[in-house]
């Protein structure tokens, strides 16, 4: 059984797209590593 968890568009090349899809990864990339390293701070804090 195959279960499709998300949502596929398919567009026709587009540079200025491609540009801002590279950018939006570039944000979710640095937010979440910024959220990672806040979170293993906080937890480090708690274990001592």
Do not use: F, G
């Not at 801002?20 to 937890?43: D, F, G, M, P, Q």
């Amino acid at each position: 059984m195959n279960v499709i968890r998300t949502e596929q568009i398919e567009l026709n090349p587009n540079d200025t797209l491609s540009e801002l899809c590279h950018y939006s990864k570039n944000l979710w990339n640095e937010a979440n590593y910024t959220l990672v390293k806040l979170y293993i701070k906080r937890y480090q804090k708690k274990l001592k």
